[in-house]
């Protein structure tokens, strides 16, 4: 199934999504922290732009997407480690959900992770993943708020390691 990010925009808007620039590297370099211990003796995080949340917890807000194409939800959602399928929601119109649905290891590979705990590859798990909406057309309050919480909530997780799952 092919699925058209640009649905719920003019054409003319669709085609310029299409060619703008999201991040300027030169004027913004992309750090790069070197880890301090061997991966094995990491705690790792996960961290989804697949707009996953539980099923208890406020959905990410697609209706005002809906209403307003340039924007999207800059909020997070933490899902606890070993959430159930039937616990875990989708909300994001920008990819097939059904997938999500179905088994949401493939936009939060936490299965693999447990796996690589269980054999020791890794030193552990944080007790919680964090998922964002990835489409972020204005990024700017994810940039400089959101980005900036999910950081320090990774810390407070005490994760030496974060694994990206884009959307």
């Given at each position: 199934?092919?699925?058209?990010?640009?649905?719920?925009m003019s054409k003319t808007l669709a085609e310029g999504m299409k060619a703008w620039p999201y991040v300027d590297t030169k004027a913004e370099p992309i750090p790069w922290t070197p880890l301090k211990k061997q991966v094995r003796e990491c705690r790792l995080a996960l961290v989804s732009a697949g707009g996953l949340y539980h099923r208890d917890n406020t959905p990410f807000d697609m209706e005002r997407e809906r209403q307003d194409p340039l924007w999207g939800d800059p909020t997070f959602r933490e899902i606890p480690r070993g959430i159930r399928q039937d616990e875990i929601r989708t909300a994001h119109m920008h990819y097939e959900n059904a997938h999500a649905r179905q088994d949401y290891n493939c936009m939060l590979p936490a299965a693999i992770l447990e796996e690589l705990h269980a054999g020791s590859e890794i030193g552990g798990i944080t007790d919680h993943h964090l998922s964002f909406m990835g489409y972020q057309p204005k990024p700017g309050v994810f940039i400089r708020e959101?980005?900036?919480?999910?950081?320090?909530?990774?810390?407070?997780?005490?994760?030496?390691?974060v694994l990206l799952s884009p959307g």
């Open positions: 199934m092919t699925i058209n990010s640009f649905k719920f959101t980005a900036p919480r999910m950081t320090d909530r990774l810390i407070e997780m005490g994760a030496d390691l």
